[in-house]
């Protein structure tokens, strides 16, 4: 396990990897960047992971905590968690409630997160269980235990512009574990509106890589960034029979997130996606229009978005064909890139 007492290693790890990485009070505006190295400053501006005026980052990172003293910053893609304070002991502190924490307090109480499934109620072991390990290479479910690996790691510390900073980073497999989680979910959901679990575990890890308190600039919210007005309303007028928009605690529900987000692929499937005879191609279609909607896959294969001549076109079209003309036909680059992602990523979730 990696942690910030390699300094040189870890910064080139962040570099090649994207891993998100501010040590000390974020600035006001979105675009200021006169808080921070220049390395970091290139690194934050390129890729834009800066939170919004709404206060979003990128549905990877959680925002654990913010305060004038201190901040914790995880990202669940990269596995890096970056903690700052004032003084060590906040800083140690800090440490210490991430490592132990059930879920974000700032965000979400520990009533409600326990009715949301984010604890687990049978061992009340910690959100973070087994995708952070100790120095010792030893899970941290403990006050003592997460005391001395605190201790350790504020050998390694840091001090710039004030605060204090150090960093760590999750097993290789953190991902594996944060999304074993959500596997029932998943299969439960699956069963109910027929839809491929391993498609919706790979966009579930897409989307959020398994922040279940993830969202976007756009509004996105929870596992697999449900828009509220969009997907959410569909999901209850055309599965449940009446008109009604999710609000923002029911999505951040594990369990509702994943209903709903099943509930909608089916629509897209069934409904605005309706008349692709092949299955696979169907698929593709699906993840296509998850990311940017039925009307862009329409739009990217007939200038008018006519359906009835989109449709006879990937008709006529093979599996392979088809897939080829969303990766590098569709009209949307980010599109383009999401369906190579979640393709991909469903064979490992194919035994399932």
Do not use: C
């Not at 036909?329 to 990523?345: A, C, D, M, P």
Request: no cysteine; proline share 3%; charged share 20%.
């Amino acid at each position: 396990m990696l942690t910030q007492k390699n300094t040189g290693l870890l910064t080139s790890v962040l570099m090649a990897g994207m891993f998100l990485l501010i040590g000390w009070a974020k600035p006001s505006l979105a675009g200021d960047y006169d808080g921070y190295d220049d390395d970091v400053a290139k690194l934050l501006q390129e890729y834009q992971i800066l939170p919004d005026d709404q206060g979003s980052y990128a549905p990877s990172v959680l925002l654990f905590n913010e305060g004038r003293d201190s901040n914790t910053l995880v990202d669940f893609e990269t596995g890096l968690i970056v903690i700052t304070a004032t003084t060590e002991n906040l800083l140690k502190q800090s440490i210490i409630d991430v490592l132990l924490t059930q879920i974000d307090p700032s965000v979400i109480d520990a009533k409600t997160a326990q009715d949301f499934g984010l604890t687990n109620n049978k061992t009340n072991r910690p959100f973070f269980w087994e995708q952070v390990l100790d120095h010792t290479g030893q899970a941290i479910g403990s006050e003592w235990r997460a005391g001395k690996f605190a201790d350790y790691l504020l050998k390694g510390k840091t001090r710039q512009s004030g605060r204090f900073k150090v960093s760590l980073v999750m097993v290789e497999t953190h991902k594996d574990i944060a999304g074993g989680k959500y596997v029932k979910l998943a299969k439960a959901a699956s069963r109910q509106h027929r839809v491929p679990v391993s498609l919706v575990m790979a966009i579930m890890e897409t989307e959020s890589s398994f922040n279940p308190l993830a969202r976007s600039r756009s509004n996105a919210l929870g596992l697999m960034q449900i828009k509220a007005d969009t997907a959410g309303r569909d999901y209850f007028s055309l599965i449940k029979g009446y008109k009604h928009t999710p609000t923002s605690s029911f999505l951040y529900s594990p369990k509702n997130n994943i209903e709903v987000a099943a509930g909608y692929l089916s629509i897209l499937g069934n409904r605005y996606l309706a008349g692709i005879k092949h299955s696979k191609k169907r698929e593709y279609a699906i993840i296509s229009s998850y990311n940017g909607g039925a009307g862009n896959l329409w739009l990217s294969l007939d200038r008018k978005g006519n359906k009835t001549k989109s449709l006879a076109r990937i008709n006529k079209m093979s599996v392979s064909e088809f897939y080829w003309f969303l990766t590098n036909r569709h009209i949307r680059r980010e599109t383009r890139n999401y369906v190579k992602k979640v393709s991909g990523k469903q064979a490992k979730y194919a035994n399932l």
